[in-house]
């Protein structure tokens, strides 16, 4: 009998440790497509942007387990999704536990809301429902969509919500369209205070200069005080601890003014886990700007798609046929919307995101003295949770006067 409990015991010991590896993968996966996805936002945007891959990734990881065949592949090869629906629905609910599971004691304010808003006139299968209650804690909302203001004003007052405010619209009325059948949206929302807070009266105007050299002045805040530091012949990185021990903020400054260039170029090459473990703890003399801004990430839909997901956004050949299977009617993605929003000050940093996913319906046819960092030049930034290695929010700042977008 011991025996056996035994066997068991190491069956159960075993699998969690598999089930952990994969969470871990699927955070190492999702910093590799946050690192894509700032390449791609570089080639079109001319100025301070941010954006959650967290958000992103969970949104389309909630259509992915209703896909099948291409259009199933094509996000599993894009997401780097584990191809094995069931092992990825258990190790993505095992990920998001780990990290956003916080005490409630702490400073820290992060929160993750899913859910799902479907026009009253389908009906999803059920499966599927029990699945994103489940393994995403996903709401399930009925909509009248032919009430388009109405129905607006019920998505984006839930977005309000689940954002602090700091958010108030992901969908506009014209995203409704005659086909618009539901709507799978991911909130979330991140707020702490630095472990070393800057003191106000530090905080002076400075100068700031931009890719081009221009100088501008901005509200640059200073500190003294022991920060972790890494540098290499291209950029220097600095690490700023928040209250709650593993989530830091992580800037790479570029030795030259004009170097962000040159970093986003190569940004493939940044590998989190390299990064980190060559941080070590000096003493600093910090100066860093504060800024505030939100971002509209307008051409989610156009990335995806150069990426090789574009099956799913095709009327006619979408398989989404585990959400939705109607006879002589075919459900995909109309679009995909994603809005993020930061703002950093003396007391710490808050930052949100909101990730919409609006789908159709058609008929078918070492002790020394402080090192004096100052922040002063357009950089990247990247607020990072240390025991998952997760990038839950990544952006940069070209001109922290640039207030929003």
Known sequence: MSFIKYLILSSFIWSFHILAQDSNLISENANKLALTFYKNITKSSQSNFIFSPVSITTAVAQIYIGSERKTKNEITDVFYFNDDVQLFKESFHNYSNKLFKYDDSLSIKLSNAN??????????????MVDLSYYFNSEVFELDLEKKNESIKKVNSWVTDNTNNRIKK???????????????LNAIYFKD???????????????????????????????????????????????????????SMLVLLPREIDGLTDLEINIDDI????????????????????????FSLNNLKVILSDLGMSTAFNR?????????????????????????FIEVNEEGTEAAAVTAIIGGIVTISVKKPPLNVKIDHPFLFIIIEKNTKSILFIGRVLNPEEKSL
Not at 115 to 127: A, E, G, T, V
Not at 170 to 183: C, F, M, R, S
């Open 115 to 128: 859910s799902i808003w479907i026009d009253k006139n389908i009906k999803l299968k059920n499966d599927y």
């Open 170 to 184: 992901i969908l506009n009325v014209e995203d409704i369209k005659g086909n618009t059948a539901l709507l799978i």
């Open 193 to 247: 205070r630095w472990k070393v807070e800057f003191k106000k009266d530090s905080t002076k105007d400075d100068d700031f200069f931009l890719l081009n050299g221009e100088k501008i002045t901005t509200k640059m805040m200073n500190n003294i005080s022991n920060y972790g530091y890494s540098a290499n012949e291209n950029y220097e990185s600095i690490l700023l601890p928040y209250n709650t021990e593993n989530f």
């Open 271 to 294: 590998n989190i886990d390299d990064l980190l473990t060559n941080i070590i703890i000096r003493k600093i003399h910090l100066s860093l700007p504060q800024f505030k801004f939100q």
């Open 316 to 340: 006619d050949y979408a398989n989404f046929k585990k959400i939705y299977d109607e006879e002589y009617k075919n459900l995909y993605v109309e679009d995909v919307k994603h809005k993020a």
